[in-house]
Each structure stands twice: as structure tokens, then as C-alpha cells.
């Protein structure tokens, strides 16, 4: 892929590049300016953008993830390549703007001091300017904007991986709405920003006239295809298990073999993905029942490996999870069971909180196995703490088979000597 030349260094330990295109685009806009301020307003406006994308950087540190800061085409993109939860991704999302608000506040307060006409008194409008007034821009819950994945997020956060759908159809609508309040005050600027940021990221808008397509052919009597069961797994945007055979089934089949062994021996991965879709009305039943021992023993007692995920799917959904989890944990001895099924099902599904909480449940029950899908969970979270944790737990009850799923997501982490120390003992116990 052709990209154009970029300036690269670090800063404060995280990999920064400043394209040429962004500095093209900073020079087009401020043409109009003569000499000396052309390159001032270069200068900030590359310095705040550098701000705002060092907020998102810092409140990733703290989960232990170095992410990468690029400045390009109109603004600025901080990448570190995992899932996070949503909670986790409101704090990152809202650490960059409020970082600019404050350096715009504190560049409020200098600006009446400054020499009235002057060169200075230019510079620190221009700081406020950009700082304070895009921050506050990007904390509207507008489509591409930090805003618009807070409220995603948050949306998230109250209803489960389902609210992702509700999330981004709010954030379109509100999108066009602040764009047309803009312009009908007088702020087409406004307006523009949100055609461009619209058009840069279309997703909400696709999703709201997917949504409003689907209704208006749905037959009478019968829900959507967007409103049916969802399995929520935080990247395929809320499909059912049935219409994502090569997602959710595929990640599920492979853990489900590594974490339960011997008890998933025949499963056969190929006819997992393929396979029709179960009938879980029964299960269906105790979901809206609101029957979490029905779940739980239903969940301990099934044997097929893609019936377990449709039975996770639905207690999912159903937002039994915190039941159905309590029901195994005062089960007979077959609960642990159930409850290793419903953490490699909320795994496959990417809900890694609650796999971990199922992990946790288990206690001295715990396998192995079990302990790594925690590293792994902590992994997609991009949570290098977690990683160790559950590795450490891995090598300390002995033997684990280290399947190339699980390599590849703890990979993600990028290098840490001591979790390339713990997959060599877990290495060497396979060996063993």
C-alpha cells in the first residue's frame, strides 16, 4: 500500500510518525496566513493533535499496552491493535480531548496577560483555539470522533455486546443531528467536520440503514434479523452464531478442545463451522423464566460443543450470566464443568470479563487449561498484568497443551521477557 514519507521518533516511549500528508494539509489550510504565523499554526496544530493522541497513549499505559501514534490526512490515530473492553475504551477515548481541554483552560488563563496585537498574544489564542474548543468538539457523541465510541461504549457497558448496535445507531443519529443544528446557527464549519468524519467512518450510518432495510422487509409478526438472538462477541457488531459460522464457532472450537482435552476428544472443527444451527428452545424458555438452575444443569449436562455455545449465546443474551455462574458454583462436583463450557463459550463470544469471572468461580477446581484462557482473555483485553497472572497460574498446576490460537493471541502483547520465561516452562512441560 503506497503511503507518503513521515517523520518517526519517540516520545516518552511510544513509536510517533508525523506524515507528510498531515503536514500538507496543516500548510493548505493555513496558507491564507503570512510568513512567521504560517508556521506557528503548523507548529500548534501539529503539537495539539500530538497532545490529544498522547491522552489515549498514556491511559493505555496503564493497562500495560504501548500503543503507536501516527499524525496524518486531517488529524491523528493511536493504534495498539487489541479489543478492549468497554469501560476500559471510555477512559482511552475520554483521556485525549480532556488532556486538550486543560492545556486549552491553562492557555486561557495566560492569554489575557499577553500583549494585545502581538505575535504571542496570536499563539496562545490559537493554542485555546484548537486545544479547548476540539476537545470539547470530540466529546460530542459524533460518528469517528472519541465521542462517538464513549457513547457507543457506554451503550455497551448497560446492555451487554448488544447495546453496540443501539450505540452506533444513537451516535449516527445524533451525528446528523449536531450537523444540522450547526448549520442552521450559522456554524457550517461544524456541519463539515461531521459530513467529513462521516464519510471517513461510515459504519454507524451503514448500520442505521441496515437496520431501518431490515425493518421495513421484515414480515408481519416477526422480528428482524437484527433483533434476534445475538452472541455479542465484540467484533462482528452483534451477529447470531448461526450467521457467523466462521467467527464465534471456529474461535470456540479451538478453545473448547484446548481447555477441556480429553472431554472434547472427536470434536471435529470443520463440521463445527458448517453445521446448521441447534435448536435451543428449551433453553430459550428458562432464559425468559429467568430459570438459572434449569441453565446451569442444562449447560453441565449437554455434550455437543455447538449446542454449548448456542446455551452460552442465549444466557448471554438473556443477561443470565451472574445467575447461571452462581447456580454452578453451588452445583455438585459436575459444576465445574459447566462452568469451564461457559467460560470458553463467553471467550468465543468476547465477553473476556465474564470468562474470567467463570475462571475465578472455578477456584481450586481451575485447570490448567483454564488458567491459560484467562492469559488469553487478557491478552485480547490488551491487560499485560492479566497475561502474566494467568500463565504463571498455567505453569504452577503443570501440564497445558499450547495450541497456536493460544500463542497467537498472547503474542498480541508484543515482547515481555517474562511471559516468553512462563511459555518456555509451558513449553517444556508439553515436552515433559
Known sequence: MFSLPSLQFKLFGFPVAIGLDFLLIAFLFGSFL???YLVIWVAILAGSILIHELGHAFALRRYGITPQIRLWGMGGLTTW???LPPRKTIVVSAAG??????????????????QAGSTAEWTVHMVVLINLYWGLLNLLPIAALDGGNITTSAFMVVLGP?????GLIFVALSSLVIAAIAFAIGFAYLAVIVAIFALLNPVPYVELRRILSSRAHASPGHAPASSRTRSGDGHSGGRSVAASPAGARRVFGEAYVETLGDRARGVDLDDLETRPAPLTSDVATMVARGDDAGLAARLTAEEDPLTVLAIVARVVDGRRIGGVLKMLKLGDGRGADG????????FALGRFEDSIGAAGALGADGSSASALLVARCGARMGDRKLVRQGLERAVALGHVSLSDAALGDIARMGPDERVAQ???????????
Open 34 to 36: 503570512p510568513g512567521e
Open 81 to 83: 491493535g487489541f479489543e
Open 97 to 114: 480531548p480532556l488532556l486538550g481541554v486543560a492545556i486549552g483552560l491553562a492557555a486561557m488563563q495566560v492569554e489575557p496577560r499577553m
Open 162 to 166: 448488544r447495546g453496540r448496535v443501539p
Open 339 to 346: 462452568l469451564l463450557k461457559l467460560q470458553v463459550g463467553l
Open 422 to 432: 512462563l511459555l518456555t516452562r509451558l513449553r517444556a512441560s508439553q515436552t515433559a
